[in-house]
């Protein structure tokens, strides 16, 4: 059965990408990269007011989750986790306690109060491992290691055994003493998401890069062919309170509702990717959007947003600058003229690309409730002329640049949005990206050069031809053409240093020789980029090393 899900209402309460979602007895929590959490109040008239603004972390905060009520927690608690390693525990607004351990950006949060009343945490993070928490104690019961790469998502399985996934590409199962139970392998790229499903049967979903959702059951067993939900990456994924339903959203600007058995109920289109997403609990949706916005949508007739509202929305979404990679590529064949626009859609959520009489190429989705198409953008960088590049279409940040482009932290950690204009200079914009994103000043001579290699196809006429530096603009060696690449994996460039570290340390005896565990933090700390005290005195220490090694 289609639902038609129309916007209920959003919020502007963040100031950068909404990167959580989650739901609280009163209302919502959403967590932002502009390092805050936002509490939201619902209304008797089913409004949602912000009441809480809550700062503590130091950087991006990048997950959310809920304690329910129990003996440690009468009132229930709201847990953080950020960018800065940090877990938070916040009560009632104020900061109550912090988990500490984490070596990476703590990812993602799921909360289990055991039958016996205790509430227990799993929390993953970028440093390739998952922690299991006693709540009421606050501290640390176990530590999963086996992933090779950033534990994207965990969820409980029963009382004692979790289940992990990974940028590995693998699914991983624990018991809570952090023993291996086994693993399992599908997907073909990052696995992004994951919910345990408990009733009638335990069950897995996970969701992956690869834009497909797999059924899993808890000793690791495919359960059916996997569902093709996303034509590009899949960032979110949630089941509603009975299991009868499963969401997912991504980076192709939709969320899409499901039965639980894979068959498509609804698609809602939003102006930017969609970071997370959850059923509150009513059954609507609730959006954490790129865009800085808090957005939930309602298939309840009563509980949408008024008739003026919903045009300024579709308005809002006509407007939007869609680039063709986030719709999963444009075949010039697909695109057709106005008056396909006469003949009624095949499914709910079909996109059908038209050229308009500017020559713009428009897109359109179907909407089975209203049985009409609505725009939902203009793709920015169409098949035709300059790679596909179209001058001053693309917007980030509020503002409209030739090219944007992803920029590439190595597998499994988010990529990061770049923007330059024909001309510009790039190692200003290298400078600029740098400064913006708090990121490690070696990345510039890399990043300068992959702006450089970008700008293919964007050099406006009458630009002069003769060699210039990059940096002064004074007379000098000219840069080769290089081929335009989509991202660039910046923590490349240490991989064979990092080798060499280690290989050096195996050969030293003695006193000097670092702990596997010193060797690894070192490692975290150049892969990520984030300044680590004990790991710069674990460097410090290797300058000891002889010569000859």
Not at 199 to 222: F, H, I, K, M, Y
């Amino acid at each position: 059965t289609v639902m038609n899900f129309k916007l209920r209402c959003e919020s502007h309460a963040h100031t950068a990408d909404v990167r959580a979602v989650c739901v609280i007895p009163s209302g919502i929590a959403t967590a932002s990269r502009d390092k805050t959490v936002a509490v939201f109040e619902e209304k008797a008239d089913g409004s949602f007011v912000q009441v809480q603004t809550l700062i503590g972390h130091s950087n991006f905060v990048t997950s959310l989750a809920w304690i329910p009520s129990c003996s440690a927690f009468p009132e229930g608690a709201l847990i953080s986790g950020s960018d800065d390693k940090k877990i938070l525990i916040w009560r009632d607004g104020t900061q109550a306690a912090q988990l500490l351990g984490h070596e990476g950006t703590v990812c993602s949060l799921a909360v289990r109060v055991k039958s016996c009343g205790t509430p227990i945490l799993l929390s993953t993070s970028w440093d390739f491992t998952g922690r299991i928490w006693d709540l009421t104690t606050g501290t640390c019961i176990a530590v999963l290691k086996g992933h090779e790469a950033a534990v994207w998502g965990g969820a409980f399985t029963s009382d004692s055994t979790v289940a992990t996934v990974s940028a590995d590409k693998s699914v991983r199962f624990w018991n809570a003493s952090g023993i291996p139970l086994g693993a399992a392998s599908g997907h073909a790229d990052v696995i992004r998401a994951v919910c345990a499903k408990h009733s009638p049967s335990n069950e897995l979903l996970t969701a992956s890069n690869d834009g497909t959702v797999r059924w899993w059951d808890t000793a690791g067993q495919s359960l059916k062919s996997p569902l093709v939900a996303h034509n590009n990456y899949i960032y979110g994924m949630a089941l509603n309170a009975d299991g009868t339903m499963f969401a997912t959203c991504g980076e192709d600007r939709t969320a899409r509702i499901w039965s639980i058995d894979g068959q498509p109920v609804a698609v809602i289109e939003t102006p930017r990717e969609v970071w997370s997403i959850t059923f509150t609990s009513n059954g609507d949706i609730a959006l954490a959007c790129a865009d800085g916005v808090l957005r939930i949508f309602s298939a309840v007739e009563s509980r949408q947003a008024s008739a003026q509202q919903l045009i300024e929305y579709e308005e809002c979404l006509s407007q939007a600058n869609i680039p063709q990679q986030t719709m999963g590529g444009l075949d010039p064949k697909q695109i057709k003229d106005e008056s396909s626009l006469g003949e009624p859609g095949q499914k709910e959520g079909e996109h059908r690309f038209v050229r308009s009489g500017s020559g713009d190429v428009d897109v359109y989705s179907w909407s089975s409730g209203d049985s009409r198409w609505i725009k939902i953008g203009s793709v920015v960088d169409g098949p035709q002329g300059n790679g596909g590049a179209h001058i001053g279409s693309q917007e980030l940040d509020g503002k409209t640049y030739d090219r944007v482009v992803d920029v590439a932290f190595g597998e499994g950690q988010p990529s990061l949005k770049l923007g330059f204009n024909a001309g510009d200079n790039p190692y200003l914009v290298a400078q600029n990206f740098i400064e913006k994103h708090e990121l490690d000043q070696d990345f510039l001579q890399q990043i300068a050069e992959f702006v450089q290699q970008n700008m293919g196809g964007l050099q406006p006429s009458g630009q002069p031809s003769g060699n210039a530096d990059p940096l002064t603009g004074q007379g000098s060696q000219q840069a080769p053409a290089l081929p335009v690449v989509d991202a660039i994996p910046v923590t490349s460039i240490h991989a064979k240093a990092l080798a060499k570290f280690k290989e050096i340390n195996s050969k030293i005896e003695g006193r000097l020789r670092l702990s596997d565990v010193s060797v690894e933090r070192v490692i975290t700390m150049v892969k990520s980029s984030k300044f680590d005290q004990e790991a710069c005195d674990d460097l410090v220490a290797s300058l000891q090393w002889p010569n000859d090694k």
